[in-house]
Nanobody, 127 residues
Framework: QVQLVESGGGLVQAGGSLRLSCVAS????????MGWFRQAPGKEREFVAA????????VYADSVKGRFTISRDNDKNTVYLQMNSLKPEDTAVYSC????????????????????WGQGTQVTVSS
């Protein structure tokens, strides 16, 4: 049973930065592509970013491209989301998620590709 635990959320002013971390346990981390999703109050969950099994490929939602960077350290079983130039519309609960070995990279923006999820961490950006 794989478990994911996020940290690093908080309150930040618009234009500021935060780095989220997600630590995995209970499995072989390099077997999983990893993603970040977010959900704002009253809105559906949306894809933010994903990184491939070895870290060589990444993909971002258009709304965060150029401001957010996803990375992973397979030795530390950790995936990161560096968030810069934050905007009030980035306010949401951010969750990390992991795929199985049979996930399709071409569909990696779909939540259905992910087999396990963290509990989430709140990010609030004030104007």
């Amino acid at each position: 049973q794989v478990q994911l635990v996020e940290s690093g959320g908080g309150l930040v002013q618009a234009g500021g930065s935060l780095r989220l971390s997600c630590v995995a346990s209970g499995g072989t981390f390099s077997d999983y592509a990893m993603g970040w999703f977010r959900q704002a109050p009253g809105k559906e969950r949306e894809f933010v970013a994903a990184i491939s099994w070895g870290g060589g490929s990444t993909v971002y939602a258009d709304s965060v491209k150029g401001r957010f960077t996803i990375s992973r350290d397979n030795d530390k079983n950790t995936v990161y989301l560096q968030m810069n130039s934050l905007k009030p519309e980035d306010t949401a609960v951010y969750s990390c998620a992991g795929t199985g070995v049979k996930a399709h990279w071409t569909a990696i923006q779909s939540a259905y590709e992910y087999d396990f999820w963290g509990q989430g961490t709140q990010v609030t950006v004030s104007s």
